[in-house]
């Protein structure tokens, strides 16, 4: 039920807005292109129509880098023919947020500008009313109107605002001549001149003359137009080759209600020369979205940086409007496009780990004379945000499940498709891991310059790092027991190079090389542990199968194990599976363990024995054969990420 109410007039406090507006010097332009904007906007499809701007320089000339000389910009002086001053202008000049024309993208607070930057402001404006002509003439500062004058007179429309007494610190940022102001204001403006329905500018100075129509027809071959669907919101692009060197690269130019807001650079490393010289693409982007999303101060929109939820982001519109100016420039792009391609293929076959990153969110950031290194900087990355945002998307589809919360079933997809990617570039990185940890071992069995084998210390640190416990280490990086067996993934609790009684009730100071406990079954007891003994190549030790059952009936002994935040206790009818990692190639260790009822393993691997009586099973293990059987149980994987390995 509506209800009516009498409201009192708020007062407004001019300097208060003003101040609440801050002026950036790198926007030191920006009063200017208000002013400006006001002008085209006043003039509305009059044919007649014209603004004239005179720049006004101080006398000194200044000598700038490459001998270039120029004045500093004290002011400028803005003409036009448009409807001017009238009243219901004036009050809308006169009210803060004034909405009489938001239609036409004005938040009502552009004047506020003006006073940032100059010190002087003055107003002239004669405008037809119902009876003839009328002068409006006036002041305004951050406080806002004053020296107003009202009278008739015969004088032809026109109003010229004079922007005086440019504020040093600004003054000092305009340090240029007339045609780079003038390209700054048409770009700024351009969104009118694409339309067709702007008037003649005309800037000029004592000692030159530019027209911003002349300068915008240098264009009109240059122009080409499409759009763009991100989800569901329609982006109407206007593309223009701008050649010289004003433009400091590619770049899209977001609009809001024809003006533009926000400029992103974009296609960094593409530069483009045809016959004209050096060029840039410069894309003006229109749409219903960015109006709706800009924000009173006209400078910046309501939209996140990165994705949130299910709206569009900056990162989003950027991405999806790079690639379709990238398949309308397709001819021009296409030479450099190829050159990075073969690149980034060549860094992909050494480093296959990083194929699941498209190599669209990359290749533009690829220079022709990197190093692999600031490839792989770029790859990671980019790997890094891809991951971070397939995780939140997941988790929130995920939080979604069960609740009334809008998500498009192509969404759910989209969000699932991600996530599966991310994870199998984890896998294809895990698995390039496996292949690199599998040549260092298979290095360190090469005999060093003194023609000896290198200690089973080395061995040792590869399989699991002495002195250390699943608790102190990284168990998927740093632990590679999966080259033995990959059973032993999976486990309670390890330990490698510990004294016993430093991880369990026993008073012993034995250290056995590797210890595992199974993962507990059973209300809580471990009935499988595995024992590993290394032993350098070449260097075979007659006692090591007592020395294993010594450690096989010490564990037995012990029951209780208890480190830190693991109590592990062994059940009665536990059973041990030992390995012996040594040299099975040596005749005479071949004719012992024949002696001792031992048999030969599948595929030449080693030698194993059953012990019933002491529950344990024992395997004397070939360091050469463990490796070439850990690269046939993955050869399926490196051949899959293009680095096969064939069997020794």
Same mark, same amino acid.
């Given at each position: 039920?509506?209800?009516?109410? @009498?409201?009192?007039?708020?007062?407004?406090?001019?300097?208060?807005?003003?101040?609440?507006?801050?002026?950036?010097?790198?926007?030191?332009?920006?009063?200017?292109?208000?002013?400006?904007?006001?002008?085209?906007?006043?003039?509305?499809?009059?044919?007649?129509?014209?603004?004239?701007?005179?720049?006004?320089?101080?006398?000194?000339?200044?000598?700038?880098?490459?001998?270039?000389?120029?004045?500093?910009?004290?002011?400028?002086?803005?003409?036009?023919?448009?409807?001017?001053?009238?009243?219901?202008?004036?009050?809308?000049?006169?009210?803060?947020?004034?909405?009489?024309?938001?239609?036409?993208?004005?938040?009502?607070?552009?004047?506020?500008?003006?006073?940032?930057?100059?010190?002087?402001?003055?107003?002239?404006?004669?405008?037809?009313?119902?009876?003839?002509?009328?002068?409006?003439?006036?002041?305004?500062?951050?406080?806002?109107?004053?020296?107003?004058?009202?009278?008739?007179?015969?004088?032809?429309?026109?109003?010229?605002?004079?922007?005086?007494?440019?504020?040093?610190?600004?003054?000092?940022?305009?340090?240029?001549?007339?045609?780079?102001?003038?390209?700054? /204001?048409?770009?700024?403006?351009? %969104?009118?001149?694409?339309?067709?329905?702007?008037?003649?500018?005309?800037?000029?100075?004592?000692? @030159?003359?530019?027209?911003?129509?002349?300068?915008?027809?240098?264009?009109?071959?240059?122009?080409?137009?499409?759009?763009?669907?991100?989800?569901?919101?329609?982006?109407?692009?206007? %593309?223009?080759?701008?050649?010289?060197?004003?433009?400091?690269?590619?770049?899209?130019?977001?609009?809001?209600?024809?003006?533009?807001? *926000?400029?992103?650079?974009?296609?960094?490393?593409?530069?483009?020369?045809?016959?004209?010289?050096?060029?840039?693409?410069?894309?003006?982007?229109?749409?219903?979205?960015?109006?709706?999303?800009?924000?009173?101060?006209?400078?910046?929109?309501?939209?996140?940086?990165? *994705?949130?939820?299910?709206?569009?982001?900056?990162? @989003?519109?950027?991405?999806?409007?790079?690639?379709?100016?990238?398949?309308?420039?397709?001819?021009?792009?296409?030479?450099?496009?190829?050159?990075?391609?073969?690149?980034?293929?060549?860094?992909?076959?050494?480093?296959?780990?990083?194929?699941? /990153?498209?190599?669209?969110?990359?290749?533009? *950031?690829?220079?022709?004379?990197?190093?692999?290194?600031?490839?792989?900087?770029?790859?990671?990355?980019?790997?890094?945000?891809?991951?971070?945002?397939?995780?939140?998307?997941?988790?929130?589809?995920?939080?979604?499940?069960?609740?009334?919360?809008?998500?498009?079933?192509?969404?759910?997809?989209?969000?699932?498709?991600?996530?599966?990617?991310?994870?199998?570039?984890?896998?294809?990185?895990?698995?390039?891991?496996?292949?690199?940890?599998?040549?260092?071992?298979?290095?360190?069995?090469?005999?060093?310059?003194?023609?000896?084998?290198?200690?089973?210390?080395?061995?040792?640190?590869?399989?699991?790092?002495?002195?250390?416990?699943?608790?102190?280490?990284?168990?998927?990086?740093?632990?590679?027991?999966?080259?033995?067996?990959?059973?032993?993934?999976?486990?309670?609790?390890?330990?490698?190079?510990?004294?016993?009684?430093?991880?369990?009730? %026993?008073?012993?100071?034995?250290?056995?090389? /590797?210890?595992?406990?199974?993962?507990?079954?059973?209300?809580?007891?471990?009935?499988?542990?595995?024992?590993?003994?290394?032993?350098?190549?070449?260097?075979?030790?007659?006692?090591?199968?007592?020395?294993?059952?010594?450690? #096989?009936?010490?564990?037995?002994?012990?029951?209780?194990?208890?480190?830190? *935040?693991?109590?592990?206790?062994?059940?009665?009818?536990?059973?041990?599976?030992?390995?012996?990692?040594?040299?099975?190639?040596?005749?005479?260790?071949?004719?012992?363990?024949?002696?001792?009822?031992?048999?030969?393993?599948?595929?030449?691997?080693?030698?194993?024995?059953?012990?019933? @009586?002491?529950?344990?099973? #024992?395997?004397?293990?070939?360091?050469?054969?463990?490796?070439?059987?850990?690269? %046939?149980?993955?050869?399926?994987?490196?051949?899959?990420?293009?680095?096969?390995?064939?069997?020794?």
């Amino acid at each position: 039920m509506s209800e009516h109410h @009498e409201y009192l007039p708020m007062n407004s406090d001019p300097a208060g807005r003003t101040r609440n507006m801050p002026l950036a010097l790198s926007s030191h332009l920006f009063p200017l292109y208000e002013a400006v904007v006001n002008s085209i906007q006043s003039i509305g499809d009059r044919p007649e129509g014209y603004v004239n701007i005179k720049i006004k320089h101080d006398t000194y000339q200044r000598t700038l880098d490459k001998g270039r000389k120029v004045k500093r910009v004290t002011g400028f002086t803005i003409e036009d023919n448009g409807d001017g001053f009238n009243e219901p202008n004036f009050k809308s000049f006169n009210t803060s947020d004034s909405r009489l024309k938001v239609e036409q993208g004005c938040r009502g607070i552009g004047r506020f500008y003006w006073p940032q930057a100059f010190y002087e402001i003055f107003i002239e404006s004669v405008f037809e009313t119902d009876v003839g002509k009328t002068k409006r003439t006036f002041n305004f500062s951050e406080n806002g109107v004053y020296n107003l004058k009202l009278e008739e007179t015969d004088s032809p429309r026109k109003t010229v605002i004079k922007l005086a007494e440019y504020r040093k610190e600004y003054s000092e940022e305009c340090l240029v001549g007339v045609t780079p102001i003038a390209k700054k /204001v048409l770009n700024h403006c351009m %969104s009118y001149f694409i339309g067709e329905n702007a008037p003649d500018v005309v800037l000029s100075d004592e000692e @030159e003359r530019v027209s911003l129509r002349d300068l915008f027809a240098e264009y009109s071959d240059l122009i080409t137009k499409f759009e763009v669907k991100i989800k569901d919101a329609l982006f109407k692009v206007c %593309s223009i080759k701008v050649y010289g060197s004003l433009e400091n690269g590619h770049a899209l130019a977001l609009c809001a209600d024809r003006r533009e807001v *926000r400029r992103e650079q974009i296609l960094k490393n593409y530069p483009l020369t045809d016959s004209g010289g050096k060029y840039h693409i410069i894309s003006y982007i229109f749409s219903e979205f960015l109006n709706s999303k800009i924000l009173p101060n006209r400078n910046t929109f309501d939209i996140p940086e990165h *994705r949130m939820n299910n709206e569009i982001s900056f990162d @989003e519109i950027k991405f999806e409007l790079t690639q379709s100016i990238k398949k309308y420039f397709e001819n021009e792009l296409s030479g450099i496009e190829n050159e990075r391609e073969k690149i980034v293929n060549v860094f992909l076959e050494n480093n296959p780990e990083y194929s699941t /990153v498209p190599i669209e969110r990359v290749i533009d *950031r690829i220079k022709t004379d990197m190093t692999d290194e600031q490839i792989e900087d770029i790859f990671a990355e980019t790997e890094t945000v891809i991951n971070r945002t397939a995780k939140k998307d997941a988790k929130r589809l995920v939080n979604k499940r069960g609740k009334d919360i809008f998500m498009s079933e192509e969404e759910q997809e989209k969000i699932l498709r991600n996530y599966t990617e991310t994870q199998k570039n984890a896998l294809a990185k895990y698995i390039i891991r496996r292949r690199e940890v599998l040549d260092v071992y298979e290095q360190c069995l090469a005999k060093n310059e003194d023609e000896n084998y290198e200690d089973e210390e080395l061995f040792h640190n590869i399989l699991f790092p002495k002195k250390t416990t699943s608790d102190e280490v990284d168990v998927i990086d740093e632990c590679n027991l999966w080259i033995l067996d990959e059973r032993l993934n999976y486990f309670e609790f390890a330990t490698s190079d510990k004294q016993m009684r430093g991880i369990s009730d %026993s008073t012993s100071e034995e250290s056995l090389d /590797v210890l595992v406990f199974a993962e507990k079954v059973e209300n809580g007891f471990v009935k499988e542990v595995a024992i590993i003994e290394l032993k350098k190549p070449e260097n075979y030790d007659r006692g090591v199968e007592q020395q294993v059952f010594k450690y #096989v009936d010490l564990v037995k002994d012990t029951k209780a194990f208890d480190y830190k *935040r693991h109590k592990i206790i062994l059940k009665e009818d536990a059973w041990f599976y030992c390995y012996i990692i040594c040299d099975t190639t040596d005749k005479m260790l071949q004719k012992i363990l024949r002696e001792m009822e031992y048999y030969p393993l599948y595929g030449g691997r080693g030698y194993y024995k059953l012990h019933k @009586e002491i529950r344990a099973h #024992v395997e004397f293990i070939d360091h050469r054969r463990l490796i070439i059987d850990a690269k %046939s149980r993955n050869k399926v994987f490196f051949e899959k990420l293009g680095k096969p390995e064939s069997n020794q």
